[in-house]
């Protein structure tokens, strides 16, 4: 059989190139220090667990770290065995490291780690595992705890905006926040899906609740559900928008407030808000907590732009507590029914 000289040197050329990139890429470390993901697999993202973050190394994080210990928070998610994969493991690696500490509840128990609960799953099933997990982490956690938030495994938190936001906040007060929703329920509702934090009394409360039986499982909704189960046991909801009246929990990601829209009418999220809805970059605050239906790559997207990404030459413009001495009212303007 007659060979082609040209096919050989050919094939060993692209062989031997191959090889090469190969070399030069895995023996520079600078090729792989910036790196936070990598993508690729069926779920779409895969976090690469050896590599650092890129952190501010001079930035002072003196504040936040204060209020960490003043302001004791216990995050759960809410999530399944199917997502473990595809979305919690993502919060794990991005935001849930800040709360004090964090439970990630399931139907089963599993290595992840997950709480398994008595519940199975579905949509139908979500008050249930809400009240679930609010019951263990009643008897298991009472004590580690000052304020708890519940999320989705689809929800980005800034842990640090919620922790200043509720420094001012007395969490043996009954009361709990969120993005507040304003049909069936007298008093509004939290939004589940911006997520909601219930202070320790409130927890207890709701607990009682259910011991008492003031509180019953009437409704597969669960955001509505929990509030009024809160409404029975005069829990009171709090006005978490910041001192010019923005929002700070959203159900949506940004792109659904930050774009103003021409005249139309109004999509159900803003038609349920319990204040008078903005669109528009004056939509959510600078010191924003949360956005709902954030999925793997925009999770990471988001832990960058909030502790990375730096204008030059800018000092931070905005100052909360001296806000509100500006221009715009700080009077809440709820929505008439």
Known sequence: MRINLSTVF?????????????????????TVEPAVFLLGNSNGVQYDWGVPRHMHSDENRGVAANLSQK?????????????LESRTKHIRATWANRCNKILYMSSVETEFPTVGLNVTEGRDQLYWKTIRAFQYIYQHHR???????????????????????????DPEKPVYFGRRFRPFVHQGYMSGGAGYVLS???VRRFIEGFDMAKCTHFSIIEDMALGKCMETMGVEPGDSRDVKGRQTFHPYPPDKYLIKKPPRKRPWFLLYDYYKPREGPECCSDHTVSFHYIYNVQMYMLEYLTYNLRPYGYQYRYNPDSAGTESESNTPTPVSA
Do not use: H
């Open 10 to 30: 050919f094939v060993s050329g692209l062989c031997i190139g191959f090889l090469s990139i190969l070399y030069i890429v895995y023996s520079d470390p600078s």
């Open 71 to 83: 302001v004791r928070l216990l995050c759960w998610i809410m999530t399944g065995p199917k997502n």
């Open 200 to 202: 320790k009394e409130a």
């Open 143 to 169: 004590n580690d705890y000052d304020w708890v938030l519940k999320a989705d495994d689809d929800t980005f938190v800034v842990i640090e905006n919620l922790r200043y936001t509720l420094s001012k906040q």
